[in-house]
């Protein structure tokens, strides 16, 4: 898709993956609105982002807040008509002892499925309308690798030794999911919706994990700013990495 004057809005834009997404779309000409639940830490990275040549307004973004995203889609529409790529990459962890098997708390459960797929799906209906006005609309939705059903029951694969989890994996395999049900119902309208799996990469967000970490930002968001911005070949439908479609 062309670069000229298209506008991006990236969900947890102010660090992490999202940040490096953002600065990216940036570099290639977009115009991007840094989504923030914190609209000070969204400002920031704008103002980081204007300052090395790009175009970049901060939006006050709290995807587990209707009215919020709500308010945010009339401040988008009213100040540039519509979107033409949208990045749902905002998501939790929670809380790891809450969602063990034999020891979960369904409320730290609900938690971490507001924002990793109820999030998702706020955003993107408040958007719809915005992406429809677009003739080349893409979303790109960042799920994770420890999603997929094949890898984690593949004893050859080191997520199978991952610890069971009831939260943070289950969510975004309903994310994946979700995925494929807004392509199926969105191809008519053009719009090309696609998963990713980022990988772990060296940020705030997967400095826990009991493995080294080798990938930057930058590495993980180099497969959402490529599905972001493929052309008339872009799939849909699909959960992908660096590497091609990951299994479900």
């Known amino acids: 898709m062309s670069n000229d004057a298209t506008v991006a809005l990236v969900t947890g834009a102010n660090k992490g993956i999202g940040r ?22 969204g400002a920031a990275v704008a103002a980081e982002i204007a300052a090395t040549g790009g175009k970049a307004y901060p ?55 507001e924002t990793n797929l109820f999030g998702v799906i706020t955003v993107t209906e408040a958007m719809l309308p915005l992406l429809r006005r677009s003739s080349a609309a ?67 967000f997967a400095r826990g994990l009991p493995f080294r970490l080798t990938r930057t930002a930058a590495d993980g968001a180099a497969i959402v700013v490529q599905l972001a911005t493929q052309g008339r070949e872009c799939p849909t439908g699909g959960f992908f990495d660096d590497g091609g479609r990951v299994p479900w």
């Open 138 to 204: 893409r979303i790109v939705n960042v799920s994770s690798g420890t999603s997929s059903m094949t890898w984690t029951t593949d004893a050859t694969h080191y997520l199978s030794r991952m610890p069971g989890s009831l939260a943070y994996p289950v969510s975004k395999a309903a994310l994946n999911m979700l995925t494929v049900q807004y392509a199926k119902a969105l191809s008519r309208d053009g719009i090309l919706v696609n998963a990713v799996a980022p990988g772990a990469c060296d940020t705030d």
């Open 20 to 41: 490096a997404v953002a600065g990216r779309f940036a570099e290639l000409g977009m115009t991007v609105l840094v989504g923030a639940r914190d609209l000070d830490k």
């Open 59 to 113: 939006v006050g973004l709290d995807v587990t807040d209707q009215r919020g995203v709500a308010a945010a889609a009339e401040e988008i529409g009213g100040r540039f008509g519509r979107l033409d790529v949208l990045v749902n990459n905002a998501g939790i962890a929670g809380d790891l002892e809450a969602q063990a098997p034999g020891s979960v708390r369904l409320d730290g459960m609900r938690t971490v499925f």
